[in-house]
């Protein structure tokens, strides 16, 4: 691997993580429409965890809150702290993520790195978010959200496992149907994406080292620094525009994109060019 391909995939990641556009998807994509080889899972989910990095900074008081909120409730589950609830809220909603991804992870997922999974995912969901998005309402904060609306959204997060859907896409989605102000959506989401990706991580790093494949080790090193760099601009950025506009911008993107790949991948693209 290059400094030049890990520089671009770390761009990739770091820019498309808490866009609703899918991060993972992007990744995928990069190697089958450049010269450059398959990066793999490993490297994706180093690049992940800069995101997620990003993500505890840019959140550093909620966090701290949740911190002291736990604390203070001896780790009882307790929803009148709002820190122990925002606390106890994602723990509940990432608890079927944990449950999927353990579930994909027996049955393997590199199967599911295929550009026509990749483009039906994008698209069908993209449109799926362009529904929720005009028909929920904007009245809900997180401090609203209870422990039903945390699993559903934890539950919609497992459709990410599919490369494609995107993680903050597909809970936003949920989050809108649920009636979430649109940055609040987008903050729950990104808070949402600290444990799963964490573990993630850390079951990849593990791996790793025990493999003794001390290379991909340092390529997944400099992908976590160089991703967290753009995550946190584009963080900045998301949270800038969502201030007062919509995720129409990211819906078209998504089915342009999405047609062209089934286009492509199914080879009427081909026929039509002749």
Known sequence: MTNIQLLLLSALQGLTEFLPVSSSGHLILFSKFTSFPDQGLALDVAMHVGSIIAVMIYFSEEIWAMIKGVFKTWFIPNFKNAGAKLFWLIVIGTIPAVIAGLALKTYGMEWLRDSRIVGWTILGFGIVLFIADRIGMTIRKVEHL?????????????LALIPGTSRSGITITMGRFLGMERREA??????????????????????????????????????ITYSFIFSILAIYGMMWWLKKSTFLPFVIYRVCLGGYLLLNSYGYLDNFLK
């Open 146 to 158: 209870g422990a039903l609306d945390a699993l559903l959204i934890g539950l919609a997060q497992c």
């Open 186 to 223: 987008a903050k729950f989401a990104m808070l949402l994406s600290i444990p799963t990706i964490a573990a993630a991580g850390m079951l990849v790093g593990w791996e790793l080292y025990t493999a003794g494949n001390f290379q991909q080790i340092i390529y997944a090193v400099d992908g």
